[in-house]
């Protein structure tokens, strides 16, 4: 059941992404696209450990308001992918910020490989989890004690949201809009940007294409 209540309006909800040297773009960009189609319900925030731009894995950066260290609480959490979480594992300032705000966010998700820097901050232990597909066996080798989820487009467990590679981010973000808003709030951000959304998050066609499962 979805957590809209009738005729009433729900709190706005503080969604902070965050940044890294090397971050995916579209990890980050495709799921905000969504969340930013209801200013009245979702506010934005673009977190990092130092003010500024930050540069993608792609070149063109993203600006950072918030230093992570300086941020309140947070209702959503999302943590993306790309090629800065092999470094970012070994960043344990990033990490002891990302334990911290998980701590008391109504919502903790990643993106791709963002589920590694999940795992490594011990956030993903004993519940079950996805990652993308192609980076699977090094995100995966960040969390032993996770119940990794081979083919699953998105896999929710609890507060916990992670999806598969880079667009099923999307997908992701979608499912809890749908969650916190509705179904067919959900249905109608897709089809305002003319996005075919994936609503089954068993259907992973890149798990088979990667040799994960037959």
Known sequence: MDEQRSGI?????TVGMVLFDGFELLDV????????????????????EGMGAIRSAQGPAAMADIDL????????????????????????SLIAELRRLAENAQYVTSVCTGAGLLAKAGLLDGKRATTNKLAYAWATSQGPKVYWVPEARWVEDGNVFTSAGVSAGMDMALALIAKILGIETAREAAVYTEYIWNEDPSSDPFAHLAGLVD
């Open 9 to 13: 309006m729900e709190a706005k909800r």
């Open 69 to 92: 260290a300086n941020c309140l609480p947070l209702d959503i959490l999302i943590v993306p992918g790309g090629r800065g979480t092999r470094r970012e594992v070994y960043n344990e």
């Open 29 to 48: 960009f495709g799921p905000l696209e969504f969340f930013g189609r209801y200013p009245e319900q979702f506010e934005i925030l673009m977190l990092a």
